[in-house]
């Protein structure tokens, strides 16, 4: 299986061999060099010693003293790294000779003296340095011909090798030393490589959690979750740089997401409110269509009524010109009415549909619903008299200015006027009532009343409608069935409200409202509901 390797393992792998690496050639070359001087040291060392032995044996292999030989080479082999040392005259001869084991003793025998300074021999698994110096002597004449000897270390061009002196430098010593050197160069680069891989281990750490962080939130975020923020924002490097960036991408991304949301939120309102009124239109589509039909099925047979009822009596005075005057004039009576209904009939048609398409001119002023009430009562008070019904008007002193066409308010009021008189009992009582209120806003209200046989409890809300009939709410007196659909147009065009009350066998009453100067109309806020009255 396929392990595929991490950012961090690569560093730490890369760092760690760049250590070891480091640390066994620096360790290498430390050892190496340590090795270098410690022989050099040995070497000196050994050269020195026999350089100070051989000046110092001129005059004992001069006089072949060989007590004072012994005596130099003894104190010379008390040094632990010496193995052996020999005075030989100038013929390889050895005078004198000294050695710390029987092994050196035997190596003596079976090596010869040679004229290298230094020799390098391994004996039975023991090294050593043969340092060879030569011993050298000089001769001159002072002042009274006495002959004085002299000795030199170095080739002079009067001297004259008299012997050697040989000395051995155990190398022991020195290959522990090297040794330890090795072991102490093992260790420390041992500790360096543990602590450069343990230091590189903590910073591939410190450089690839956050690393390791981003990636998880990058996940996360892709799987749509923008809460998720990452820690690191306060180092002062490139990651930190980078989990900033990050950060300042998730909350963007955030905020665009919300923004989307609200849009699609709002959109969907939009869409739902759009269909909603789409339904609404459709449904006042075919309910404007189905009045339509209705309305001309209705307005057709409103005005064929009428019209065959001129035409039966205009037939028959033709058929009988010279008829009884009283039937004759009967007949022109009716046709009279007839004419006068259907003019109603036509005049109400065409205002509503003025109206109703936005046609009617429209004369707003400040008036008085005092003076419109007036005014009516004034155009039927004769009729009422005649009928022989009492009528009551309780106006107040002080009343609101409203903003209205006086001449449609009028004509409001005749209507209701004219209706409470179809359905008013014998000698019934027909009461007009005038008052402010202020709840729930400011405005006059009209009430219209008569005692009669009242208004069905199912019939109140159609009452409104173009040509409707109350059930069998017997009168003597044909309307156009539009007067009350012309009232509810013409007040709620003037900001109003028309509704109506009624108790069966007691009193109906017809209230409408118009908002005060300067108030709100309740039909433009979208209230409905009328007030209480008592």
Request: glycine share 6%.
């Amino acid at each position: 299986m396929f392990i595929r390797p991490t950012i961090g393992v690569k560093l730490i792998l890369s760092v760690s061999l760049l250590v070891i690496s480091l640390a066994v050639v620096l360790s290498s070359f430390f050892v190496c060099k340590q090795k270098a001087i410690i022989e050099n040291e040995l070497r000196n060392r050994g050269i020195s010693l026999a350089e100070n032995l051989a000046y110092n044996s001129e005059y004992g292999l001069l006089l072949e003293n060989k007590e004072m030989l012994y005596k130099l080479i003894a104190g010379v082999i008390k040094n632990d790294d010496i193995a052996f040392v020999v005075v030989c005259d100038q013929n390889g001869k050895i005078i004198a000779s000294i050695a710390n084991s029987t092994l050196w003793i035997e190596f003596l025998k079976g090596i010869r003296t040679t004229h290298s300074t230094i020799n390098q021999y391994s004996f039975k698994g023991k090294g050593v340095y043969d340092i060879i110096a030569p011993v050298s002597t000089v001769r001159g004449i002072n002042k009274g011909e006495d002959i004085i000897f002299d000795s030199q270390i170095g080739q002079t061009k009067s001297q004259e090798n008299i012997g050697f002196v040989r000395v051995g430098v155990l190398l022991e010593n020195k290959e522990k030393t090297v040794k330890n050197i090795q072991m102490i160069a093992f260790f420390i680069s041992l500790l360096v490589i543990m602590v450069g891989i343990v230091w590189t281990v903590l910073l591939t750490r410190r450089i690839t959690q956050p690393i390791k962080q981003l990636v998880r939130a990058t996940a996360r975020v892709a799987e749509g979750d923008l809460t998720c923020f990452v820690n690191g924002t306060k180092r002062h490097d490139e990651i930190g740089d980078l989990t900033f960036a990050f950060n300042t991408m998730t909350e963007k991304l955030a905020r665009s997401a919300e923004q989307i949301e609200e849009y699609l939120q709002t959109l969907e309102q939009k869409v739902e409110d759009r269909t909603c009124e789409l339904k609404e239109a459709n449904e006042r589509l075919k309910k404007q269509d189905e009045l339509k039909s209705n309305f001309l099925s209705v307005a057709a047979h409103e005005l064929r009524t009428p019209l065959t009822s001129i035409r039966a009596f205009s037939e028959l005075l033709l058929d009988d010109p010279e008829g009884d005057v009283n039937t004759r004039n009967d007949f022109l009576r009716i046709m009279k009415e007839e004419t006068e209904r259907l003019t109603r009939l036509i005049n109400d048609i065409l205002d509503l549909s003025k109206i109703e398409a936005g046609k009617a001119v429209w004369h707003m002023k400040d008036i008085s619903i005092v003076e419109v009430v007036k005014s009516a009562v004034d155009g039927i008070k004769g009729y009422i008299v005649q009928q022989g019904i009492f009528l009551n008007v309780d106006v107040p002193a002080h009343l609101s200015v409203i903003t209205a066409d006086h001449d449609k308010l009028v004509q409001v009021v005749v209507n209701l006027l004219n209706n409470a008189l179809k359905f008013v009992n014998h000698e019934g009582r027909i009461g007009v009532k005038i008052y402010e209120t202020t709840q729930p806003q400011a405005e006059v209200i009209t009430a219209i009343s008569n005692t009669g046989h009242g208004i069905p409890l199912e019939k109140l809300d159609s009452v409104f409608e173009r040509f409707c009939q109350i059930g069998n709410i017997p009168t003597e007196v044909k309307g156009t069935g539009l007067g009350l659909t012309i009232c509810k147009e013409i007040v709620e065009h003037l900001g109003g409200r028309i509704w109506v009350e009624s108790e069966i066998d007691k009193k109906t009453t017809f209230f409408f409202s118009l908002p005060v100067k300067g108030a709100i109309s309740l039909t433009e806020s979208g209230f409905s509901n009328p007030p209480n009255n008592d």
